[in-house]
């Protein structure tokens, strides 16, 4: 299939986007919540308004055919889909684009691209198709190399076999999702996993990056769902043996899951699926007390239900998605699968939701359909368009990011209060005026939720790279401080470094930079993400 033609400078692909009623309207709605009269609008960038500097390399004959200078394709493949990215983009600051953009078809060429970075030299980012939010793909290291090559995977996109009887197919790691799912689909089968990014990621940047899915209980990361995967490395192939479950030693795939491209690139894994469902349930609570609210939702994820989605929404983040006046929390519920029904599981999940003071229409949550109307609808409309917001913000001078993390049922109210206390705090003390931080759930477990945050703030146009840094800083200082994680599902790249480094243990770092030194010795793979070469 035609492979997207994706933005440099925002998300999805260049025919994509917010219209400009739409545009509008979201920038009338913050000029009114920051109280000024009106903004002025930044245009997103063209290539033409960009210089970049000359490509330090070229490729060999050999792998001409699979090789990229072009000016267009550089710029695509300098920055993810951050904030930071954006301000740059918006800015027109390309300072490290890649040399070259190499789109190899087979593992032989893989093998080719990565012998040739050794001969001159070069960093080699692997790349899926950019969607890092976290600085995993920027080529953010000066001139410690000769060059730099970003390796993009997707033309290694097929499902190679599947195994309908194990429930299991072997896939190359370049496939974006909705490909993946086209060629699933003749089986009757699914991989069920679907991150927000979905339409924009591959395989491999999902085993890569340990990508959560949008399933909010049991198989939540794309951990649960390999059975083995097949490595290029600087030193060779690594390739697990595939098996539903082995307890000889340390997993070896558990060293590439998460790895972010640092010890090889993932080029085949074979992966469990699910049947398509055909049973669902879905419903929308709403809530007066957040904390009651939190009750339930923990009730719920212990009572063994597995519901398909748990999602606790916060008022104001309601109210800002269209999907309430700002006085309840809300809770979407749903159930799916594929072998019976589940309307009984959705009634004890309603059960526990009117025990702790939640409300619902009983007869419209009995409609598989629920969760696509009503409050329900309108927070999942405004979540799919959602990151589109940001081309329009960033234009707007509006600081607009998130982050995401994990915490224990006992620890999650204090935590909850002190990462909005600090963020609140860091907004105002930074832009000199209140902004907005919000929360949902977008996974739980029996033993704790995975928190969401996401804050506004009306920044400085000169100076919005640094305000976002100091409330970044002030935000993750706060959730590391008190015991979560500097990431649940966003990865680490380059962004989140230095509380990476604080949360590990360091016999753990001392172990991954030997696995790295081992794998790559030269240390040529996506210098500065998790650990230093």
């Known amino acids: 299939m035609a492979k997207p033609h994706f933005k440099f400078w925002g998300w999805g692909t260049v025919d994509e986007g917010l219209g400009e009623a739409e545009a509008r309207e979201l920038a009338k709605r ?101 969607s890092s939010v ?42 974006l999702g909705p490909d993946l799912e086209r060629q699933l689909a003749p089986h009757g089968l699914t991989l069920r996993h679907f991150p927000q990014s979905f339409q924009f990621s591959t395989l491999g940047g ?18 649960d769902l390999v059975e083995s995967t097949r490595v290029v490395t600087p030193a060779g192939i690594a390739e697990s043996r595939r098996l539903p479950g ?22 085949e894994a074979w992966m469990r699926l699910q049947k398509r469902p055909t049973f669902r349930a879905s419903a929308s609570v ?22 398909a989605n748990c999602r606790l929404i916060d008022a104001e983040e309601a109210a800002d998605m269209g999907a ?61 368009r959602a990151p589109y917001f940001r081309e329009v913000l960033t234009g707007l001078g509006v600081i607009s990011d998130t982050f995401e993390t994990a915490i224990t049922w006992d620890r999650f109210a204090a935590f909850h209060a002190g990462v909005k206390d600090a963020t609140h705090k860091a907004i105002k003390a930074v832009t000199g005026r209140p902004g907005r931080v919000t929360c949902r759930f977008t996974h739980v477990y029996p033993d704790g939720p995975a928190p969401y945050f996401s804050f506004r ?7 919005m790279l640094e305000e976002w840094q100091a409330i970044k800083d002030a935000a993750s200082d706060a959730l590391i401080k008190m015991g979560g994680t500097i ?18 243990p360091e016999l753990f770092a001392g172990a991954l930079r030997a696995a790295k030194k081992k794998l790559d010795p030269k240390g040529l793979l996506n210098p500065g993400v998790l650990i230093d070469p």
């Open 246 to 267: 082995s307890g000889a030693g340390p997993s070896p795939d558990r060293l590439f899951i998460g790895s972010e491209g640092i010890l090889g690139v993932i080029t």
């Open 324 to 384: 309430g006046d700002g006085s309840k929390h809300l809770l979407v519920l749903a159930f799916e699968n594929a072998d019976h029904p589940v309307v009984t599981w959705m009634e004890r999940a309603l059960e526990i939701a009117a025990d702790h003071g939640g409300a619902f229409d009983k007869a419209a949550a009995e409609k598989a359909d629920a969760h696509r109307a009503g409050a329900s609808g309108a927070w999942r409309d405004a979540f799919i």
């Open 487 to 504: 990431t649940h599902h966003h990865a680490v790249g380059r962004d989140h470094r230095p509380w990476y480094d604080q949360q590990r």
């Open 206 to 223: 999902w085993i890569a990056t340990r990508s959560g899915g949008h399933f909010a209980t049991l198989y939540t990361h794309i951990d």
């Open 134 to 175: 976290v600085g995993g793909i920027e080529p953010r290291f000066g001139n410690k190399y000769g060059a730099t090559i970003t390796l993009n995977l997707q033309g290694m996109d097929r499902v190679l076999e599947v195994d309908a009887f194990s429930r299991t197919a072997r896939i190359q790691g370049g496939v």
């Open 457 to 463: 703030a009306l920044g400085r146009r000169e100076a």
């Open 30 to 130: 913050n000029a009114a919540f920051f109280g000024v009269s009106d903004f002025a609008r930044t245009p997103p960038p063209r290539a033409e308004e960009i210089a970049l500097a000359a490509p330090r390399i070229k490729p060999p004959s050999r792998l001409a055919a699979i090789c990229s200078s072009t000016a267009e394709d550089r710029l695509i493949h300098t920055y993810g889909k951050s904030f930071p990215d954006s301000v740059h983009a918006f800015a027109r600051n390309f300072p490290n684009p890649p040399d070259v953009v190499a789109r190899p078809h087979t593992e032989e060429e893989v093998v080719a691209v990565l012998d040739w970075a050794d001969s001159v030299g070069a960093a080699v980012i692997p790349f899926g198709a950019g």
């Open 286 to 307: 709403h809530f007066t007390d957040y904390a009651k609210a939190v009750e339930a939702v923990r009730v719920i994820s212990q009572a063994g239900l597995y519901p």
